[in-house]
Nanobody
Framework: VQLQASGGGLVQAGASLRLSCKASGFNFHDYAVGWFRQAPGQEREFVAAISWSGGTTHYADFVKGRFTISRDNAKNMAYLQMNSLKPEDTAIYYC???????????????WGQGTQVTVSS
């Protein structure tokens, strides 16, 4: 199982970014996908998750209305559209997956390498 996040960068507050998560080595359509982030000196925190079918999504309160998670099972890709970015969104963003057929709230056992998002004020 491999997950590779990309799309991060340096943007100004209010801007948008779309993160991508490329999956390989497994039946992507059988796995939920989550996005997490870790800011310097802070613990990793949940951002958003999507069910294997894409029919159910979940968000942390601090991103509701600003971020949208999606997936394209035909392309083995997941995405995180981030709008109205704030300086406090600065962090390394990771995509992850729980075990096959597990729900989005299960333990995440597969992790990508992360992509840096920096939002300047």
């Amino acid at each position: 199982v491999q997950l590779q996040a990309s799309g991060g960068g340096l943007v100004q507050a209010g801007a948008s970014l779309r993160l991508s998560c490329k999956a390989s080595g497994f039946n992507f359509h059988d796995y939920a996908v989550g996005w997490f982030r870790q800011a310097p000196g802070q613990e990793r925190e949940f951002v958003a998750a999507i069910s294997w079918s894409g029919g159910t999504t979940h968000y942390a309160d601090f991103v509701k209305g600003r971020f949208t998670i999606s997936r394209d099972n035909a392309k083995n890709m997941a995405y995180l559209q981030m709008n109205s970015l704030k300086p406090e969104d600065t962090a390394i963003y990771y995509c992850a997956a729980p075990k096959e057929d597990d729900s989005w709230y299960a333990e995440y056992v597969y992790w990508g390498q992360g992509t840096q998002v920096t939002v300047s004020s």
